[in-house]
């Protein structure tokens, strides 16, 4: 089955300084990966993602980088704020089917 | 948010007794899942729907039992709940775009359910 490896699993940096977290997944049938970004007690949401026919996306501070060769995506933040701490999931989906495989999160501590 | 909600959203009940937990969406999506999600494991997929009366497993499935008689409506049921049931359970939804590509999965607000 599918299979996503998310790294760091906790992540502290100072406000103002980027985070960078990465995910590796083993199906090279991977077409589809989100992020999504969880506070204390809410739901998980969405935040951005990027299919298999583009290398890059950017959302403002936001921006999602694909290397399929690799078979690994990271989420970048950058000019972090202290709103931006949170759980961060990414996952994937294959190509035959709609079901979304999550990594096991990464906490991201923004110090003021 | 998404037309997202579920019921109870807190619930405690004693092993052994059966749970019944509520998705109900107003978006009339076609796909409707159960997560649970536990420190340190992420969100596990436990059922999915790809349309009314149309099931499947996810990874997490044992103990666990699902039915969507209505498009809106998708229901977890535990037959018997067990201490290692103690979860936050999250229903998502997501549709498909462009006629052939599932768009984005929209999360619920959870159940946090507590077995003793």
């Known amino acids: 089955g599918e299979n996503v490896e998310q790294h760091p699993s906790t992540l502290s940096v100072q406000e103002g300084d980027s985070a960078v977290i990465k995910c590796t997944y083993s199906?090279?049938?991977?077409?589809?990966f989100p992020w999504y970004k969880q506070e204390l007690g809410k739901r998980p949401q969405l935040i951005i993602d990027?299919?298999?026919?583009?290398g890059e996306k950017k959302d403002q501070r936001i921006a999602v980088t694909l290397n399929k060769t690799a078979k690994h995506f990271s989420l970048h933040i950058t000019e972090t704020q202290p709103e931006d701490s949170a759980v961060y999931f990414c996952?994937?989906?294959?190509?035959?089917?709609?079901?979304?495989?999550f990594g096991k999160g990464t906490l991201l501590t923004v110090n003021p | 948010d998404a037309g997202i909600t579920q019921s109870p959203r807190h619930k405690v009940t004693e092993t052994g007794t059966p749970v019944t937990l509520r998705c109900h969406q107003t978006?009339?999506?076609?796909?409707m899942y159960w997560y649970r999600q536990d420190p340190g494991h992420g969100l596990r997929l436990i059922h999915y729907?790809?349309?009314?009366?149309?099931?499947d497993k996810g990874e997490v499935s044992d103990g666990y039992s699902v039915s969507r008689s209505k498009t809106e409506d998708f229901l977890l049921t535990l037959e018997s709940a067990t201490s290692s049931q103690t979860s936050v359970y999250f229903c998502?939804?997501?549709?498909?775009?462009?006629?052939?590509?599932?768009?984005?999965?929209?999360f619920g607000p959870g159940t946090r359910l507590t077995v003793t």
């Open positions: 996952a994937i989906r294959g190509g035959s089917n709609y079901k979304l495989t």
């Open positions: 199906d090279s049938a991977s077409n589809y």
């Open positions: 990027i299919r298999s026919n583009v």
């Open positions: 978006e009339n999506h076609r796909y």
């Open positions: 729907s790809y349309g009314v009366k149309d099931t």
């Open positions: 998502a939804i997501s549709e498909l775009i462009r006629g052939w590509s599932v768009g984005e999965q929209y």
